[in-house]
């Protein structure tokens, strides 16, 4: 017998009858292919819910060449402020990269990012979609879905193909609405006394 089993025979017998053991639980043996199934299943509920949150259309895409140039301006927009942001004049406030995304996610992360921008009273973003010369089934396949998906957005008044410094083709400038709230903090400032 070791030092240590004599100090927990005394250490019982100094308790008595006050302390018993603890019945043993069950031990469950790791099953990765169960915890590989539970994660796959999460995952898919996760993915349908995505779907269901996001409104943007993926069907009848038009094709945009990927050395063409995307350009919209919601009616009433003044043609300095298209042409501000034409050449890049206004700050930007948030940037959404695309690269690397699939379609699904590309849609999620453009409606998020835009929703959150607008949410905060950002004015102006770039969004880095890449040219897309490569890709499949016809070239400048996610060029095209942002040209599409912008169009759909209440937020965005206008976007244009950004100037070399941002990314050029493979980049687009967006112009947001004012938030309520940024146009009350404005009509506050302006006011006069």
Do not use: C
């Amino acid at each position: 017998m070791s030092e240590y089993d004599n100090e927990e025979i005394s250490f019982f017998e100094v308790m008595g009858d006050e302390v018993k053991p603890l019945a043993q639980d069950k031990i469950i043996a790791h099953d990765a292919k169960r915890l590989l199934a539970d994660k796959q299943r999460v995952a898919a509920r996760f993915e349908e819910k995505q779907k269901l949150t996001v409104p943007l259309s993926m069907n009848a895409v038009i094709p945009i060449e990927p050395e063409g140039y995307l350009a919209y301006k919601q009616a009433g927009i003044q043609d300095g402020v298209y042409k501000n942001l034409r050449l890049g004049k206004y700050a930007i406030d948030n940037q959404i990269n695309l690269s690397g995304l699939t379609l699904t996610d590309s849609a999620l992360s453009i409606y998020n990012g835009i929703l959150q921008s607008h949410k905060k009273g950002d004015r102006a973003l770039v969004i880095k979609h890449g040219k897309g010369l490569d890709s499949k089934p016809f070239p400048g396949l996610k060029k095209s879905y942002v040209n599409h998906w912008l169009r759909q957005m209440r937020e965005v008044i206008a976007f244009h193909t950004a100037q070399p410094m941002h990314g050029g083709l493979g980049s687009t400038y967006v112009l947001l609405k004012k938030h309520p709230d940024q146009k009350l903090i404005n009509r506050e400032k302006n006011r006069r006394r």
